[in-house]
């Protein structure tokens, strides 16, 4: 079965930072190689949202709500995505979603950050 293992959320007070990570155990490292992963979230009451993507080559996309702030990227030899994301708002309070392959792609469970003010 194919999953993707997110960790690193948590609680973090306005002004810091967090490192999530998502780990894709199960997929074989060539499809990690050409596969597109990205980053969602969901507030309570809100649609899921996209937060930043990267492609195969390197290429990434962010949500202008995170620009400048979250840094996405990948390890192809550890098969792990990351996102870093500095100077955290009450806002950016959601769970993180990992994703590979977009919405009808496969989904990691979740990991809940939590921004205090």
């Known amino acids: 079965q194919v999953r993707l293992v997110e960790s690193g959320g948590g609680l973090v007070q306005a002004g810091g930072s967090l490192k999530l990570s998502c780990r894709a155990p199960?997929?074989?490292?060539?499809?990690?190689?050409?596969?597109?992963f990205g980053w969602y979230r969901q507030s309570p009451g809100k649609e899921r949202e996209l937060v930043a993507t990267?492609?195969?080559?390197?290429?990434?996309n962010y949500s202008d709500s995170v620009k400048d702030r979250f840094t996405i990227s990948r390890d192809s030899a550890k098969k792990i995505v990351y996102l870093q994301m500095n100077s955290l708002k009450p806002e950016d309070t959601a769970v993180y979603y990992c994703?590979?392959?977009?919405?009808?792609?496969?989904w990691g469970q979740g990991t809940q950050v939590t921004v205090s003010s």
């Open positions: 994703n590979r392959d977009g919405t009808l792609g496969i």
């Open positions: 199960t997929t074989i490292t060539s499809v990690f190689n050409r596969s597109v």
């Open positions: 990267v492609a195969s080559g390197g290429v990434t």
